[in-house]
């Protein structure tokens, strides 16, 4: 499947993880699990996760931590394949 579909696919994937305070750091145990047991996963980045970073860069950060790829990042939720 390409990108363009993965991103298509997710505009209907519920957010199953939300990083908040607590970092990345978090929620890349559940991340990873979630992965195994589905194609896509949605995780929203809260205020208190974000603080002067950008979604983006969490993101990508997320996704090297999980070894997943980035499928889309959409103000502050991104899709992982």
Do not use: C, P
Not at 7 to 30: N, P
């Amino acid at each position: 499947m390409d990108l363009q579909e993965l991103r298509q696919e997710a505009h209907d994937v519920d957010v199953t993880v939300w990083v908040g305070k607590s970092g990345i750091g978090a929620v890349v145990e559940e991340m990873t699990d979630q992965l195994d047991d589905r194609e896509l996963v949605k995780v929203k980045f809260l205020r208190a996760a974000r603080g002067g970073t950008s979604t983006d860069d969490l993101a990508e950060t997320l996704a090297e931590r999980v070894d997943a790829t980035l499928v889309e990042t959409r103000g502050n939720t991104a899709v992982y394949h």
